[in-house]
């Protein structure tokens, strides 16, 4: 057996840092490709 599995994940968030001087906001997008590969027998 083979298999392959490809899988496009799109995930957006907000980030926010405070420094001494004040709140800074930003918006942070993560877009991973999961690649996954199985082989197996069969008895």
Aim: charged share 20%; glycine share 10%; no cysteine.
């Amino acid at each position: 057996m083979l298999n392959i599995d490809v899988k496009k994940l799109w995930l957006s968030t907000d980030v926010r840092v405070q420094p001494l001087a004040g709140v800074t906001t930003a918006a942070l997008d993560l877009d991973p490709w999961i690649v996954g590969i199985g082989i197996g027998r069969r008895f």
